[in-house]
């Protein structure tokens, strides 16, 4: 079964930090572009941050540049997003993804073909 497994959610104070994982399994996604996005309750995925392969170039949205920092371990087919000043409305399920698209012109959610189950990450006052 081919699978993204996302790990490191959990609740965090406003101003803490939380560093995501996400293993592949089944198969690999080591010459995959790799991405983060996140879903607030009532609110459509975001795109949250894209690392390509073999340039390891990172894309950002505004609301996370400076904050957050997406890497890949290419060794262990992981992807991880390190998440600094967190703040109330990062409040989110987390979703890594994978695309055989590394020169992709959009990140969005149509650029990516395989997804995890999403990891709850809740940032409280």
């Known amino acids: 079964q081919v699978r993204l497994v996302e790990s490191g959610g959990g609740l965090v104070q406003a101003g803490g930090s939380l560093r995501l994982s996400c293993a592949a399994s089944g198969r690999t996604f080591r010459t995959y572009a790799k991405g983060w996005f996140r879903q607030a309750p009532g609110k459509e995925r975001e795109f949250v941050a894209a690392?390509?392969?073999?340039?390891?170039?990172?894309y950002y949205s505004d609301s996370v540049k400076g904050r957050f920092t997406i890497s890949r371990d290419n060794t262990k087919d992981t992807v991880y997003l390190q998440m600094n000043s967190l703040k109330l409305e990062d409040t989110a399920v987390y979703y890594c993804?994978?695309?055989?698209?590394?020169?992709?012109?959009?990140?969005?959610?149509?650029?990516?073909?395989?997804w995890g189950q999403g990891t709850q990450v809740t940032v409280s006052s």
């Open positions: 993804a994978a695309s055989p698209n590394n020169a992709a012109s959009a990140w969005d959610f149509r650029t990516f073909d395989y």
């Open positions: 690392v390509t392969w073999p340039s390891g170039n990172t």
